[in-house]
Every structure is written in C-alpha cells, then in structure tokens.
C-alpha cells in the first residue's frame, strides 16, 4: 500500500473568493504543448506558499511547471512529488494574489490510465493540462496519485482560456468556444476543472433541452451511438432535473474518445465515452456510462468531493441517481441485484474495508469499484426505502443546495439522513462500520 501523503501547510483559505484561471495555451501536431496560466487567488497575512498539483505526472514526466511569477518578480519553485509543485510567495503578499505559471508538456501516443491524457490519430485529450491548485481548509488535501479511481480534488474557479491549435483539429471544452482571430477562446464559470479534448474529422449532433444545448462529438462511423447517447441525455435530464433540482450548468457536450480502463469520465459541462462502447449503443451498459457521468454534473461538478479520501460520496450519489434512469424503465430490481452482487464480491475481497473507505484502503482497487459504487448505490436504496421518497429527495435537494460549489462532508449527507430516522445510524453501522 503506498503511504498517504498529506501536507499540513499555514496558507490561504479559498472560501468567500472565486479563484480565477486565464490560460494561454499553444499546441502542436505532434502533441507537444506549452503555456501559461495567470491564477488569481486569496492568500493569508504571512502565507508562504501554493500547492499546485500536475495530475499527469501520475504516469510518467509529461508536464513541468517550469517557472513562476508574481508581479514581476520571478518566485522558487520546488517539485516535492512527481504531482505536486510548491510555489514560494513573496513575504509580503497582497490578499489577492495573481501567480503566473509557465508550462509545458507532450500528450504520450498510448492510453495510460484511463487514457485522459492521451493522443490518437484523430483526438487530443488534454486532462489537467495546466497546475491546479490544491484546495486548503486548515490544511492542504494533497495525496499521492492512485492508479485507480480519481484523483483530482479541486475546489471551483472560474476559466478563461485562450487556445493555438493545429488547423485540422476543433477544440471541445468545459465552457463556450468561440473562434475569434487566430485562437479558440473557451470560458467557464464555477468549474471543478477545466476538461479539454481536440478532435479531427469528426461530426457533432446538437439538440436542445429546455434550451439547453446538447451536443455529441463523434467519429462518423459512429453516428447512431451519437443519437443514442442523446437520447439517454435528454431522458435523464428529465427525471434528474425531476428528483434533484435544475441542471447545474448552461450547455453540455459528449464526446466519444477512445479511453482505457474506463467507460467514460466527467468533467464540468463535459462528459468522455470510451469509443470501444460506443460500437455497441443500444447495449445497457452504454446507456448507463451516459447515465452516470451524467449525474456527476451534480455530484461531482456542482457538488464536489474529497475523491481520494472519501470516494464513495460522489460516486455512490452517481451511480444512484444513474439508477433512477433504470427505474423508468423497469430496471431497477436488475441494479439492486447487480449492486448487490458487486458489492458482496467486494467484502470477499478486501473483508477490512467499507462503503467509506479512501482510496489507500483498497491495494491495487480490490474492492474499489464494489464497495464505492455499488455498497454506496445500496446504502442509499436502503435509506429511501425507509425515509419515503418525498423525504429521501428533499433531503438531497438540501444536501445540494448547502454544498453547492463547494466540497462536501460525506459525514454532512449521513447525518442529514440520520436525523430524519434513527434507523438510519444502524444502515450506517452495516456499510461504514461506524454510528
């Protein structure tokens, strides 16, 4: 098991500030990139540095922050782990700070991980691309990067992002593209992070939503995957909007990619599908990948989560809310029965964790999956059923509305629940092992 890697570091608190990212981005054809990004950001009397983390490093030396600046003055700058770069700040620093960060990179030509940060012939998936900074609430949530699960804990800002791309390829990002001279603006608000893929020769659909635009992204021979897949947006957004609330952003676009060990992954306003699904659109399994990365605008997007200390929040509530798409369609006993077996596979395999466990109790993701999203999924049928969906629904509508654009407690959601039965503490007991 590797060691848990947390920096306790005296530096800014974030809440109350909206966190601003301008980049300057410039990429070549052969995956090479390079830029800057202007980080705007509080900062404490007395605080000494910023935590950036360079989430690619987890597989190999593909981006370097190779200088930093504030205000003209060039500031130390130290590499403590592969994924994580300490800035120096001056010592004396305005409350609001502005940091430029220099950097660069190359896109490896293999799907490492879950392939988010890759090239192919026709994409450029440019996942955390740029240094993002660690979120501090009394100390900084770093960790080591996992080979599973996601890694990314983040706390919102704001984007503006200017782009140099190779002529053939077309920009698909969390926010608005436009084309304005020689580069491709994109700008966003209240992001987790900012997600980039590059695609060439490539069609879209678009189709509106309550004047929502939806859009899919996808390689021509894979058109009726394309259709389908906005299908299943529209009708989730349906029931999703129904039971949650408003959906959380102005637009959302799907792209079609080839990935790896995935099936798809989320990013604010935008959602990846793995190509290798795609051939097969009318499978369930398919709608269910555009089911769930779905609901993460929600939970995940909106409402964030400690990934890495605390998994099961995000994606429980994912896969969850994925399971309301199944039961208007007279699924939901097959989901049950699924989650159930996942999860009893999970217990057999790693018997010392549980539904609450962070990504350090589950060696080499024995368990990861069954615990996280299925025991999760189960725990929260079980407290449905108990509490009756008017309450059930009202209390995630409250759980949203108190964590929105901020990082929740799953202890937060727990006790929410608890206080409405005392039954509840015993469904707690079963899947946490803890009141």
């Keep these: 098991m590797r060691s848990l890697l947390v920096f306790v570091l005296f530096g800014a608190s974030f809440l109350g500030f909206a966190t601003t990212y301008s980049i300057e981005l410039a990429v070549e054809k052969d995956g090479t990139f390079w830029g800057k990004a202007l980080v705007c950001t509080s900062v404490e009397l007395g605080q000494k540095e910023l935590l950036f983390r360079l989430y690619p490093n987890a597989f190999g030396p593909f981006l370097e922050l190779t200088e930093a600046w504030a205000g003209g003055t060039p500031l130390p700058t130290d590499s403590v782990e592969p994924t994580v ?52 609430d009394g100390e ?10 996601d890694n990314v804990v983040a706390e919102v800002a704001d984007y503006t992002v200017e782009a140099v791309l190779p002529a053939d390829f077309l920009p698909v990002g969390s926010g608005a593209e436009n084309f304005v001279g020689t580069k491709w603006q994109i700008s966003g608000e209240n992001l987790r992070e900012f997600g980039l893929v590059l695609v060439r020769d490539y069609e879209s659909l678009c189709s509106f939503w309550q004047g929502i635009p939806l859009r899919v992204f996808f390689p021509p021979p894979l058109r009726a995957a394309a259709e389908k897949a906005l299908r299943v947006a529209e009708e989730a957004l349906e029931i999703y ?109 790693n018997p010392s964790a549980s539904v609450g466990s962070a990504l350090w109790e589950f060696p080499s993701g024995q368990g990861y999956s069954g615990y996280v999203y299925a025991g999760g999924a189960l725990f929260l049928h079980k407290v449905r ?32 629940f608890s206080a409405l039965d005392p039954q509840v503490s015993s469904l707690v007991r079963e899947f946490f092992g803890k009141d």
């Design 85 to 136: 770069w300490v800035v120096y700040l001056p010592e004396e620093s305005p409350k609001t700070l502005a940091v430029e960060l220099r950097f660069r990179g190359r896109l490896p030509n293999e799907l490492l991980g879950y392939g988010i940060f890759a090239q192919t012939s026709s994409t450029m998936t440019l996942s955390q691309f740029y240094p993002i900074l660690a979120p501090w």
């Design 140 to 149: 900084w949530r770093v960790y080591p990067a996992f080979a599973f699960g």
């Design 241 to 349: 909007t129904e039971k949650l609330g408003n959906f959380p952003y102005p637009d959302l676009d799907l792209v079609i990619v080839p990935l790896a060990s995935a099936g798809g992954v989320e990013y604010p306003r935008l959602i990846l599908i793995a190509e290798k699904y795609a051939f097969d659109p009318e499978s369930e399994l398919f709608a269910e990948i555009v089911a769930h990365e779905l609901a993460h605008q929600w939970w995940y997007g909106e409402v964030g989560a400690d990934q890495v200390r605390e998994p099961w929040l995000d994606e429980a509530l994912a896969t969850y809310t994925s399971g309301l798409y199944f039961e208007t369609k007279g699924k939901l006993a097959e989901k049950l029965a699924e989650w159930q077996y996942r999860y009893q596979r999970a217990k057999r395999l």
């Design 385 to 416: 059923e108990l509490l009756g969906d008017p309450l059930f629904f009202s209390t995630l509508r409250s759980f949203r509305e108190k964590f929105r654009w901020r990082l929740a407690e799953g202890a937060e959601l727990l006790a929410l």
